[in-house]
């Protein structure tokens, strides 16, 4: 149900990360929340970085914020958004270096590229026993963000599926069960998140356009099994919660993993299954080419399109952003508009200033739509003329 984006027109977000404060030095490494908050250097590392976090946020005037994926460490290509729940959750074990043999994750690019660093530094557990939560503690972090704003902090998860798939499974040996499996897990820890008052749940990322565009089609990685993973995920939830669904075609190190970014069209349909509120699209990178076919397809839930690209370091301008939104406007009515980057900013991508204007940009492109519509406004502090410290002579 919708309880963050009800009664905001065009409301605005990011997707997640942001890049990591210069100072914000410490790192949970193989502790769980719970026990590196204990560690006061970590804690008012940790807590600092969080309020710079939605600082960042409120400050460029964004409706729905989120924590900037603040537990995550400074890696490598923001690996630890892949490595966080495997490393915490029961029945993995150890820290083994990514394999090409039989790899399903696998990118092909061979060394020299930078993504064959992201491979290099995929060490992940191995799968030995019955998966559990374990020490996810999403409900702690989510509180821990929660209780510094009055606006809806949008808590993000991955997918069961993109944890089974990185890891060796020598106990389940069977994906379809290694994935559902994970996905209970996951289950049980959201029911715990949204009980404890989260109003805002983002799954990321199912694998339904990846494979829909790949024309991947296996018994187990095939859009329909990816449907019924995720709505297995989140089941119960959508009475009590929103419930999102991040679609992304990929963000390590900020890079493109597509030479020419695919299309969402076939994918749709499915992703139209979803047990999920808020559909989210990378849009700006691809000039919006898929908005037509989004509008035709996604008719009931809330379409959530970025209008600015977090792979480039050029700030969109937000006349820029309005006419993205203007654009989606025609095959997508207000009431169900979202507004957003492409993916999170953060990860090993760019400064946070660059973000941070970004994030502005988001909020004034929309306010000049706004205006348009004549539709309240959001409050910009960071674009506030009063405020400018350059002076007339
Ligand atoms: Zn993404």
Redesign the pocket.
């Known amino acids: 149900m919708f309880t963050a984006t009800a009664g905001t027109m065009l409301p605005t977000t990011i997707?997640?990360s942001l890049p990591r404060p210069s100072w914000y030095t410490e790192n949970l490494g193989r502790r769980n929340f719970r026990e590196a908050m204990v560690d006061r250097f970590y804690r008012e590392q940790y807590l600092d970085a969080a309020s710079a976090f939605l600082r960042d946020q409120e400050t460029a005037g964004l409706d729905i914020v989120t924590d900037g994926d603040c537990r995550f460490d400074a890696d490598v290509g923001g690996h630890n958004w892949f490595s966080y729940p495997p490393i915490r959750m029961a029945g993995f074990a150890g820290a083994e270096p990514y394999r090409t043999e039989g790899g399903r994750a696998g990118l092909p690019q061979k060394r020299g590229h930078i993504l064959h660093d992201i491979l290099e530094a995929r060490v992940m557990p191995d799968l030995i026993g019955p998966v559990g939560r374990g020490t996810l503690q999403y409900t702690a972090i989510w509180k821990a963000a929660q209780r510094l704003t009055t606006r809806p902090v949008k808590f993000g998860t991955i997918t069961p599926e993109l944890i089974a798939m990185a890891v060796r499974d020598f106990h389940y040996k069977d994906l379809r069960k290694a994935i559902m499996a994970v996905s209970d897990a996951l289950h049980e820890e959201l029911v715990e998140l949204v009980d404890a008052g989260c109003r805002v749940i983002q799954m990321?990322?199912t694998q339904i356009h990846l494979l829909a565009a790949k024309g991947l089609v296996d018994k187990v990685l095939n859009p329909d099994f990816m449907v019924e993973v995720f709505n297995n995920t989140v089941r119960g939830l959508r009475g009590r919660c929103e419930i999102w669904c991040?679609?992304?075609?990929?963000?390590p190190a900020g890079q493109r993993i597509f030479g020419t970014q695919p299309s969402y069209a076939p994918a749709l349909a499915a992703l139209d299954r979803l047990d999920a509120d808020v559909l989210?699209f990378?849009n700006c990178s691809t000039g919006g080419m898929d908005l037509e076919a989004i509008g035709s397809h996604i008719k009931e839930k809330k379409v959530c399109i970025g209008v600015v690209d977090?792979h480039t370091l050029q700030v969109e301008t937000p006349d820029q952003v309005a006419e993205m939104i203007r654009r989606a406007l025609k095959h997508v009515p207000a009431e169900r508009l979202v507004l957003a980057s492409?993916?999170?900013m953060g990860r090993e991508g760019m400064s946070r200033r660059h973000a941070f204007h970004k994030m502005v940009s988001i909020v004034l492109g929309t306010n000049i739509v706004r205006r348009e519509l004549g539709l309240p406004e959001a409050r910009c502090l960071a674009a506030e003329e009063q405020f400018s410290m350059v002076e007339d002579r």
């Open positions: 997707i997640g990321e990322e991040h679609t992304c075609w990929g963000n989210t990378e977090h492409d993916c999170g």
